[in-house]
């Protein structure tokens, strides 16, 4: 399993940004998947996910804001992202596992496969 996320970059607060991660080496409709971030210095932090029925959860802190989705054919997962604020600044990481999860969907010690991540910075 592969994951390779891009779409990152450097906005101003209120700014948006698509975050899209290329998913290869299995069938999505067979993972759960989801984003997650890690700023310097703190813990990684759950964002969004997706269990394998294609319904959605959202952290606290991005619910109404970021958007997570699949393509058709579940190759690719992208997260829009709106009114970007400054502590959203972090490494954004795609992750998957085969593990039918919806109680554990946003808990990132449950994802076996991770991708490299790619940075967003938002100034204010």
């Known amino acids: 399993v592969q994951l390779v996320e891009s779409g990152g970059g450097s906005v101003q607060a209120g700014d948006s940004l698509r975050l899209s991660c290329e998913a290869s080496?299995?069938?999505?409709?067979?993972?759960?998947v989801g984003w997650f971030r890690q700023a310097p210095g703190k813990e990684r932090e759950e964002i969004a996910a997706?269990?394998?029925?294609?319904?959605?959860k959202y952290a606290d802190s991005v619910r109404g804001r970021f958007t997570i989705s699949q393509s058709n054919a579940a190759s690719t997962l992208y997260l829009q992202m709106n009114n970007l604020k400054p502590e959203d600044t972090a490494m954004y990481y795609c992750?998957?596992?085969?593990?039918?999860?919806?109680?554990?969907?946003?808990?990132?010690?449950?994802?076996?496969?991770w991708g490299q991540g790619t940075q967003v910075t938002v100034s204010s």
């Open positions: 992750a998957a596992t085969p593990t039918s999860l919806w109680q554990s969907l946003l808990s990132a010690a449950r994802y076996n496969f």
């Open positions: 080496g299995y069938t999505g409709s067979n993972y759960c």
């Open positions: 997706i269990d394998r029925a294609g319904n959605a």
